[in-house]
């Protein structure tokens, strides 16, 4: 999700991480599923990516049901 919004914005990572002062690292890692962002850190990228209510409401609802599925499919 983060990587398809920053890339909405045309910025790089390296912007992302001077909007944000988030190492660019920890956007890597995050982008990747490698890490979950802290609630602080959440709300730097909401604010630098300028996501609306909406948008965040849809990926957790996304987020949701893919966490479902898959507990489904473990069974």
């Not at 944000?20 to 956007?27: L, Q």
């Not at 609630?39 to 604010?47: H, I, M, N, S």
Request: charged share 40%; proline share 1%; aromatic share 4%.
């Amino acid at each position: 999700m983060l990587r398809a919004y920053r890339k909405r914005l045309k910025i790089s990572q390296e912007e992302l991480e001077k909007r944000t002062n988030i190492d660019r690292k920890t956007i890597f890692r995050i982008e990747n599923d490698l890490n979950m962002p802290l609630l602080d850190t959440f709300a730097k990228l909401v604010q630098a990516l300028e996501l609306t209510d909406a948008e965040i409401a849809e990926e957790v609802k996304k987020s949701i049901r893919i966490e479902k599925n898959n507990k489904h499919l473990v069974r």
